[in-house]
């Protein structure tokens, strides 16, 4: 059973208009995110080979030296704002040997590589037919201009009293082959969830994201 990690790459990619450029490249502590992630992956022993999917192999001068990973060239056609996550599984696939993929965006510069190992590990276990990560909110939420996990017609409960909301982080989520070439998606029927916390789930997206990262590294809070 081959497991790869796969990070696809963009240089122009942009998830909102207000998100940093070319995130992945964003250096943090003298270090770019993506680097940090490759560094972080190569630490699960369960990872065969971790590969960068991208139109331009530029974005490996921006790895450092001995950074353990490979560069697989797509179309540039995918460099698209209408090409899904989904397009880009499916033609990663065409061309990789892979039975699980862990998907990652490097975005989270603290994510801990016991979290991805424990979501690799269930979906190999077949106990859950995919995995991903979310945090977990437990707030008054409301959705389209309703009330989302309290009712309007009792008397607004405590906040320890209501169902938390999961929201899913984005930057990892593990599945298989077959999982996708059934159902064309990375998350199937019995997902597994792992939660993780507010420090762990930081997601450099926004400049206000990257100085609050910046100012954890400094201070060396990062440590474990």
């Not at 065969?48 to 192999?57: G, H, R």
């Not at 389209?144 to 990892?172: C, F, H, M, Q, W």
């Amino acid at each position: 059973m081959k497991i790869t990690a796969l990070i696809p790459f963009w240089f122009d990619y942009y998830p909102s208009d207000d998100a940093i450029a070319q995130r992945s490249l964003v250096n943090l502590g003298g270090r770019s995110l993506i680097s940090r992630t490759i560094e972080m992956l190569d630490r699960i022993k369960a990872i065969d080979e971790t590969v960068v999917f991208a139109s331009d192999d530029r974005v490996m001068n921006y790895l450092e030296d001995g950074v353990p990973c490979k560069f697989l060239k797509r179309d540039q056609s995918l460099d698209s704002n209408e090409t899904s996550i989904e397009d880009i599984i499916e033609n990663f696939l065409k061309d990789s040997d892979a039975d699980i993929v862990i998907l990652v965006h490097p975005k989270s510069p603290f994510l801990k590589h016991e979290t991805i190992q424990s979501c690799i590990d269930k979906v190999v276990s077949g106990e859950f037919d995919s995995a991903f990560i979310a945090h977990s909110i437990r707030k008054h939420a409301w959705f389209k201009g309703e009330r989302l996990n309290y009712s309007a017609n009792t008397d607004t409960p405590a906040l320890s009293d209501i169902e938390p909301i999961l929201i899913e982080a984005s930057s990892v989520y593990v599945f298989t082959r077959l999982l996708f070439s059934q159902h064309r998606s990375r998350i199937g029927s019995n997902p597994y969830v792992k939660e993780i916390g507010h420090f762990e789930g930081l997601e450099v997206d926004r400049l206000d994201d990257f100085e609050m990262a910046e100012l954890i590294i400094n201070a060396g809070l990062d440590k474990e």
